[in-house]
């Protein structure tokens, strides 16, 4: 007993290590326009407040005011090649600031718009563009990623749009991450617009951290089993001990999977961020509210529930929860806070608990169908009705869970 709690404190430990040896590891960018956040205002009177806290902010360096048009999704035979461009409308002065070698007037195309793309496309789809689109074409670099997805017209003037789209702004600054925003939303108490575009990290950084968070998810299960095994509260996992452990090694590792995929695919990650997403303020009561029952109720509502129908569904949807996760609660994506990582990883561990509980009801269903005798009986029937009883304490230990790792994903994104 005392070997092997030894040894999961050991490797939790060493995980605890190498998360905290991974941002020590990081370069920070220093290409221009590398990262950058567009913040949207819906209104002008959200506008006139947001560009008060702005100018508070920031300097005029790091700020390029402009209108948000919209979001044009792109012609392609096939939907994958597909891709949603953000439209910005902006004054070649404000633009030269930034961009003083570029030619202007002139439409700016980032990196990830198809070559296919032809920017007359954008006068047939708003009227307001057409006047522009004669003006010369010219595609940004890779390296430029704040102007990924995105065309931005740099124009003489901009008064024939102030009446059309919305107030915006590109912070073109580094390390401005969706925390960042959120606490710019709670301050400001007005609802905000964002498309975010974040750097990936080095691959050394990366890999430290995932491998990292591989330790630590495997050490802190080991640590929980050996703890509150003889607890009431963990006494419905006793006899299914077993079951338990290979179903939490399957989610962790579906998502540290679909992590090392992500990385090397950034476009799966970019495809969240970019697109437009409207983030309004939250009240504390709004919060609490939602660590206590969104994600646990969420969590027992769709992978438990579909196994009372078709069993072996709750492990598949399971699994994939664990590898669609991974674009939100990724603790190695962009942080270099050791702090804001460890609690997101926390958050990542206690998430895979409860998805790990909900998938073993699905599997002691799924076993009672296929292996009625590991029930004490012959009978089909009585196997699943047993089975069909542990629905309770499982969905308890599983809400429970969720709940503490929508608590340590709180705590992280502030």
Not at 258 to 275: K, N, R, T
Request: hydrophobic share 50%.
């Amino acid at each position: 007993m005392r070997l092997r709690l030894g040894a999961f404190a050991f490797l939790f430990s060493l995980g605890v290590f190498l998360m905290l040896l991974a941002p020590l590891t990081d370069l920070p960018p220093t290409k221009p326009f590398s990262e950058g956040v567009l913040v949207i205002a819906p209104d002008e009177a959200t506008s006139r407040a947001f560009q008060q806290f702005l100018a508070a902010k920031f300097s005029s360096t790091d700020i390029l005011p402009a209108r948000f048009v919209g979001v044009y999704e792109t012609r392609a035979e096939k939907s994958h090649r597909r891709r949603l461009l953000t439209v910005l409308v902006a004054t070649r002065h404000d633009v030269r600031r930034f961009l003083p070698s570029v030619t202007l007037p002139a439409v700016l195309i980032g990196d990830g718009v198809p070559s296919s793309f032809s920017v007359t496309e954008l006068g047939k789809w708003q009227e307001a563009l057409h006047p522009f689109c004669h003006l010369p074409v010219v595609r940004l670099s890779a390296e430029k990623r704040a102007f990924k997805w995105m065309v931005l017209f740099a124009v003489d003037n901009l008064a024939p749009m102030t009446t059309f789209g919305q107030p915006a702004w590109l912070v073109l600054r580094p390390k401005v991450s969706t925390a960042t925003v959120r606490r710019w939303v709670q301050e400001t108490g007005v609802p905000l617009g964002v498309s975010l575009r974040v750097t990936p990290k080095a691959p050394r950084t990366f890999w430290l951290a995932w491998l990292g968070i591989a330790l630590l998810c495997l050490g802190a299960h080991g640590l929980l089993w050996l703890c509150g095994r003889q607890k009431a509260l963990m006494r419905p996992l006793g006899q299914e001990g077993g079951l338990y452990h290979v179903l939490a090694v399957l989610y962790f590792a579906s998502y540290l999977l679909a992590a090392g995929v992500v990385y090397c695919h950034f476009d799966f990650y970019d495809a969240l961020l970019i697109p437009p997403q409207l983030l309004p303020p939250l009240s504390v009561g709004d919060i609490v509210l939602g660590a206590l029952v969104g994600n646990g109720v969420w969590v027992v509502i769709t992978v438990m529930v579909p196994s009372a129908v078709v069993p072996p569904l709750g492990i598949l949807i399971g699994l994939g929860r664990g590898m669609v996760s991974v674009l939100t609660t990724m603790p190695f994506s962009s942080s270099t806070v050791f702090v804001k990582d460890f609690l997101a990883a926390l958050g990542v561990f206690w998430q895979g608990e409860a998805t790990a509980v909900a998938m073993l009801w699905s599997a002691l269903l799924t076993r009672a169908l296929f292996a009625p005798t590991t029930f004490g009986t012959g009978n089909h029937w009585q196997a699943y009705k047993s089975a069909l009883k542990a629905f309770f304490p499982l969905g308890i230990l599983a809400w429970l869970f969720a709940t503490l790792a929508t608590f340590f994903g709180l705590l992280s994104s502030h």
